[in-house]
């Protein structure tokens, strides 16, 4: 069986600061690994993704996030965030057959001060 | 294009009762999951169907239970309803099932 931790629950972090948020997970099988991000009384929206290829993963808006299988991990970084980051950010990890379950972590919120 | 649309938006039922919760796909993607969000927590795993086949289950009671149309989009029942069933519903929607993309959920209360 698949599991997800997330090692903080909460990020607190000033504007401009960098910012890594940590996601470990554990699977006998391949995996695929996602980052969500979810604002107040929303939905999830995909952040990004390893699915194969290239360890290294980016975002749109500056996320990156960098597959380690041998330390089974796929923290999330940004050099500098903005206010606008404050959400809550889920990792979640899938298998080929595992019928299209994911499995989440617990949530880390990242709340950036001004 | 549309993103993955949900009905309703919220909801407020009272112990005991039934619920039917929709949820429409984002165009061409065939596949669509299910996924319960308890406050405080990660989203939970219920359903998954593919081309109108249950392709995965979660560790829910018989009480859950779900479909696809043709038109591919999709309904969660949940019966007899308890207070715990109080959460956000989340539908995803997936063109192959492993890269899932989410709609805004349906919240329901249980009172």
């Known amino acids: 069986a698949q599991s997800v931790t997330q090692l903080d629950s909460q990020v607190p972090v000033f504007e401009e600061a960098p910012v890594e948020l940590r996601c470990n997970y554990s699977?006998?099988?391949?995996?695929?690994l996602f980052w969500y991000v979810q604002y107040p009384n929303q939905g999830l929206q995909l952040l990004l993704k390893?699915?194969?290829?290239?360890?290294l993963v980016e975002s749109i808006n500056g996320f990156e996030a960098e597959f380690n299988k041998s330390q089974t991990s796929f923290h999330l970084r940004k050099p500098s965030v903005h206010i606008s980051d404050t959400a809550e950010y889920f990792c979640?990890?899938?298998?080929?057959?595992?019928?299209?379950?994911?499995?989440f972590g617990q949530g880390t919120e990242l709340s950036v001060k001004p | 294009d549309a993103g993955v649309t949900q009905s309703p938006t919220h909801l407020i039922k009272t112990r005991g009762q039934h619920v039917t919760l929709r949820c429409s796909p984002i165009?061409?993607?065939?596949?669509v999951s299910w996924y319960q969000q308890v406050l405080g927590q990660g989203p939970q795993f219920i359903f998954q169907?593919?081309?109108?086949?249950?392709?995965g289950r979660g560790n829910f009671p018989d009480r859950f239970s779900a479909r696809q149309f043709p038109n591919y989009s999709s309904e969660l029942n949940v019966n007899a309803l308890l207070l715990g069933d109080s959460a956000l519903y989340l539908c995803?929607?997936?063109?192959?099932?492993?890269?899932?993309?989410f709609g805004p959920g349906t919240r329901l209360t249980v009172t």
């Open positions: 979640a990890v899938g298998t080929e057959n595992q019928g299209g379950k994911l499995i």
């Open positions: 995803a929607s997936s063109l192959t099932g492993t890269e899932q993309y």
């Open positions: 169907y593919y081309e109108k086949e249950e392709r």
């Open positions: 390893y699915l194969s290829g290239s360890t």
């Open positions: 165009s061409g993607h065939k596949s």
């Open positions: 699977s006998s099988v391949s995996v695929y």
